[in-house]
C-alpha cells in the first residue's frame, strides 16, 4: 500500500469506525504518546536500559504502526498530501545527502 492509499484507508475507518477525526492538538498529543512508547521499547530492547518484564512483549511493529496512523491522520485533516511531500523529501535528501554519507569516516 502507498501512503496516497494509506491516507485513504485512514480517512475511511475514521468515517466508518472512528465518527471523526480527534482534533489536530489531540492528534499531536497521541503522536507524541505513540512516539513515547516506540522510544520505550528501543531503549530498553537495544539501548543501555534495563527492559522490564512487562515491556517484553511489546510489539515495536504494532507502536510504529500506530505512530504512521495518527500522522496519517494529521495529514488528513490539515490537507497534506503525504505522499507527494514524502517523495519530494526523499528526492531531495537523495541529491543532497549522497556525497555527504559516503564521505563521512564514521559510517565506515
Given at each position: 500500500?502507498?501512503?496516497?492509499?494509506?491516507?485513504?484507508?485512514?480517512?475511511?475507518?475514521?468515517?466508518?469506525?472512528?465518527?471523526?477525526?480527534?482534533?489536530?492538538?489531540?492528534?499531536?498529543?497521541?503522536?507524541?504518546?505513540?512516539?513515547?512508547?516506540?522510544?520505550?521499547?528501543?531503549?530498553?530492547?537495544?539501548?543501555?536500559?534495563?527492559?522490564?518484564?512487562?515491556?517484553?512483549?511489546?510489539?515495536?511493529?504494532?507502536?510504529?504502526?500506530?505512530?504512521?496512523?495518527?500522522?496519517?491522520?494529521?495529514?488528513?485533516?490539515t490537507g497534506v498530501d503525504l505522499?507527494?511531500?514524502?517523495?519530494?523529501?526523499?528526492?531531495?535528501?537523495?541529491?543532497?545527502?549522497?556525497?555527504?554519507?559516503?564521505?563521512?569516516?564514521?559510517?565506515?
Amino acid at each position: 500500500m502507498n501512503i496516497e492509499n494509506a491516507q485513504l484507508a485512514v480517512d475511511e475507518w475514521i468515517k466508518e469506525h472512528g465518527v471523526r477525526y480527534f482534533n489536530e492538538l489531540t492528534n499531536m498529543a497521541q503522536l507524541t504518546e505513540e512516539v513515547g512508547e516506540v522510544a520505550r521499547i528501543i531503549a530498553r530492547r537495544y539501548g543501555e536500559q534495563s527492559e522490564k518484564e512487562s515491556d517484553k512483549n511489546k510489539d515495536l511493529g504494532e507502536e510504529l504502526a500506530d505512530v504512521v496512523f495518527v500522522v496519517l491522520c494529521l495529514a488528513n485533516q490539515t490537507g497534506v498530501d503525504l505522499q507527494r511531500a514524502f517523495d519530494k523529501k526523499l528526492d531531495l535528501k537523495t541529491r543532497r545527502d549522497h556525497d555527504r554519507h559516503h564521505n563521512n569516516k564514521k559510517l565506515k
